[in-house]
C-alpha cells in the first residue's frame, strides 16, 4: 500500500498503526483490489482501482466501451457514497470515509461491516431470501421519484445503451430478441414509477448477520424500476425450477413489503398503480438481463426454461 495512503487511513481514523492487510479478492478484469485493512481500532474496507495497460476480461470482452463503461462505474460509485451516504433503515450500506486519486491510482475507503457482524454467504434460508427482499423494497421506496445525480442514467450493469456489442453477438434464433430489445428498454425507462436501483443486487453483494442484511457495490446504482434489481437477485439465488417454484411467493413479499414502506415514505403515491405497473415490468425487466447474457455469455447456466418461457411472454406482447 502506497505510504501516503497508509497515512490517510491512520489520520482518518485516528488509528496509531495498521496491523494487517488482507486481500478480499481482485477487481473485475485487473482493474484493482479490495482489502481489508485492520488498525490497532477498528478495520475498514479499502477499495484501489488502477486501471490496466491492457485488460483482461475473463470472457474476451476487451474494447474501449468496456474500459469507459468500467471507469465511469468506479467514478458513479463514489459519488453514491459520498453524496448519498443516508443510513435507511431495513437498507443499510457501508458509511464513506473517504476517496481520492494518488498518482494514477483511485482509492475509496468505506467501514468495514465485518465489524458489525456482516458476512458474506454461499446460500441463504426464505427468513433470509426476505430480508434482502425487504433491504430492496426499502431502498427502492426510499428512492422513489429521486433523480439519479452523478449516478447512472439507467442503472444496472446490462442497461442496454451501454452494451452495444453483446448486443449485436446475439445469433441467428435470437434476432426476435434482438430486434424487440430497444421496445423492453423503452418499456421499462417508460414507468412513471421510476427509483434508484442497485444495478448488481446480486447474492455476493448482500452480507448477512443474525437479523440484518447489508448491501455492497455500487457500482452500477442508477435510474430504474424496482423490479430489475429483484429479478436479478432472484436469478442469483434459485435454479431455473425454484425461480418457477418461489416466484409468486418472493414477488408477493416484495411488493407488500414494498407498498408498506412507500405508504410510511410518501403516501401520496397510488400504491395500487405502483403494484400493477411493477408487477407487470418484472418480465420486461427478466427478458432485458437476458438479452445481454445471451450476447455475453450464450452457454449461460441462467439461459433456462425459466427465462425462455419469460422471453416468449414478453416477446408476444410486441406481436
Known amino acids: 500500500m502506497d505510504d501516503h495512503i497508509k497515512n490517510i487511513i491512520l489520520s482518518l481514523t485516528e488509528s496509531k498503526q495498521i496491523l494487517n492487510e488482507e486481500l478480499i479478492q481482485n477487481l473485475w478484469s485487473g482493474y484493482g483490489q479490495l482489502k481489508r485493512v485492520t488498525l490497532d481500532k477498528k478495520s475498514i474496507i479499502l477499495k484501489l482501482i488502477k486501471y490496466p495497460s491492457s485488460q483482461d476480461h475473463p470472457k474476451g470482452w476487451n474494447s474501449d466501451i468496456s474500459h469507459n463503461r468500467k471507469v465511469k462505474s468506479y467514478q458513479v460509485e463514489q459519488s453514491w457514497y459520498k453524496n ?77 445503451e451501454t452494451r452495444p456489442d453483446e448486443l449485436e ?6 434476432y426476435d430478441l434482438k430486434n424487440s430489445a430497444p421496445l423492453i428498454n423503452k418499456k421499462l425507462n417508460s414507468s412513471k ?46 435454479n431455473e425450477d425454484e425461480l418457477s417454484d418461489n416466484e409468486n411467493k418472493c414477488l408477493n413479499y416484495y411488493f407488500k413489503e414494498l ?19 411493477w408487477r407487470e ?31 416468449k411472454k414478453v416477446l408476444n406482447d410486441f406481436k
Open 259 to 277: 407498498i408498506e414502506i412507500t405508504h410510511s415514505f410518501n403516501p401520496s403515491i397510488d400504491l395500487k398503480l405502483l403494484e400493477t405497473d
Open 169 to 174: 453477438a446475439l445469433e441467428k434464433e435470437d
Open 84 to 160: 448519498y451516504n443516508e443510513n435507511i433503515r431495513n437498507a443499510y450500506f457501508p458509511k464513506y470515509i473517504s476517496s481520492g486519486e494518488l498518482s494514477s491510482t483511485t482509492y475509496l475507503i468505506l467501514e468495514d461491516l465485518l465489524d458489525f457482524g456482516f458476512s458474506p454467504k454461499n446460500s441463504i434460508n426464505w427468513d433470509q431470501v426476505k430480508l434482502c427482499l425487504k433491504w430492496l423494497a426499502t431502498f427502492h421506496a426510499k428512492n422513489l421519484g429521486v433523480k439519479p445525480n452523478q449516478l447512472w442514467e439507467i442503472g444496472t450493469y446490462w442497461h442496454l
Open 193 to 238: 414509477f421510476q427509483t434508484i436501483v442497485h444495478g448488481d443486487a446480486k447474492l455476493a453483494n448482500f452480507l448477512f448477520n443474525k437479523n440484518e442484511v447489508a448491501a455492497v457495490d455500487f457500482q452500477y446504482v442508477g435510474g430504474g424500476v424496482g423490479v430489475k434489481d429483484v429479478a436479478y437477485f432472484l436469478s442469483s439465488i434459485y
Open 281 to 311: 415490468l418484472y418480465s420486461f425487466a427478466w427478458c432485458d438481463f437476458l438479452r445481454f447474457l445471451k450476447g455475453w455469455s450464450p452457454k449461460h447456466f441462467k439461459i433456462n426454461s425459466y427465462s425462455e418461457k419469460i422471453k
